[in-house]
């Protein structure tokens, strides 16, 4: 079982990051092998949209820090994307990733009915923000879902954290720790 985190905060070792690495370190201490990426350390672009994936190459063509990332995602069995919400999305770090993973799917994956170059993946995403309300920025997982799905993360499950942020408690609960080891414990099975 080889499982690929990316946080996508700059902030390593806080909230988001915090969840992640409980997942990871839950699933490590069942045998998992375990991969993480501070994309924040990393130097890449966003998608260039330059269509060659779509005109020959099955990767993406550019090549920087994303590439190695890319390449351990496709052989990844379980992927956790965390991300702190910033202005109502994930960081721009996370995002970055995300557009590149426009490279996993076929030239005609429009009409094809398996349009993902991915085997079957789980997925985990870890979204935090600093408002309380949980109605506010519900939609950001959903909004990614049906994309991931598309992709080849046939099962994902959404781990969220609302109210925690420098402006109020900077601090993890402990239910969400135990979420983040229960999920672990559910996606190594
Ligand atoms: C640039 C920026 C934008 C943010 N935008 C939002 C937002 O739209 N909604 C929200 O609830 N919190 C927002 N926050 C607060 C973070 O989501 C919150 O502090 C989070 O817990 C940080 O997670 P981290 O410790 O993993 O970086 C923002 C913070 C920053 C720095």
Known sequence: MKIVTLLGSP???KNSA????RFTETAAALGAETRTF???RLVYRGCQ???ACKK?????????DLTEVL??????DVVVLASPVYYGDVTAQLKGFIDRCYSYLTPDYLTNPLPSRLG???LVMVLVQGHPDESLFADIFPRYDGFLKWMGFT?????????????SVDAVPDALLQQAEEAARALTA
Do not use: S
Request: charged content about 30%; glycine content about 10%.
């Open 18 to 21: 915090t969840i992640a690495n």
């Open 120 to 122: 079957p993946k789980k």
């Open 11 to 13: 902030r390593l070792k």
């Open 56 to 64: 020959g190459d099955e990767h993406c063509v550019l090549t920087d």
């Open 38 to 40: 501070e994309l924040n």
């Open 71 to 76: 390449a351990a995602v496709r052989e990844a």
């Open 155 to 167: 099962e994902t499950r959404l781990i969220r954290a609302c109210g925690i942020g420098p402006a």
């Open 49 to 51: 949209g330059c269509y």
